[in-house]
């Protein structure tokens, strides 16, 4: 558990380092996530990032969905953040690019699955042994 320090955030309460790979598709997988779409999209998603309290370290449009490397205070949940940035940037992208509902059906940009999950810097094995290790010190 050796260079933590260098990626750990400190708050008044806590020290943490919390990190999300979250992914979600357009709805019916529509390759609409090109151009001046995506453009719009990933500014989007940033300020409704900066807005919300969270980071987004790296982002990732493919033509029919996204992948996002998030990161929050732990009083931030995961459902908060990947709903945060679907249904906001929704509204916000349909008012940017109204053309876009003509692709989509139902006035839905996107499906309502997403995947997501934590990310860390040391594995879970590290972590085990580490707890482990405690006791013995």
Known sequence: MRNMSTRLIH???TVHNIGYHIVWSVKYRRKVLIGAVESSLKEILYQIANEKGFIIKEMECDIDHIHIFASAKP???PSYIYKMMKGISARRMFVKHPELKSK???GHLWN???YIETI???SEDT???YIDGQKKK
């Open 11 to 13: 708050d008044r309460t």
């Open 75 to 77: 009083k931030i949940a």
């Open 104 to 106: 989509l059906w139902g």
């Open 112 to 114: 309502p699955s997403t």
């Open 120 to 122: 860390g810097h040391i």
């Open 127 to 129: 972590v085990r042994q």
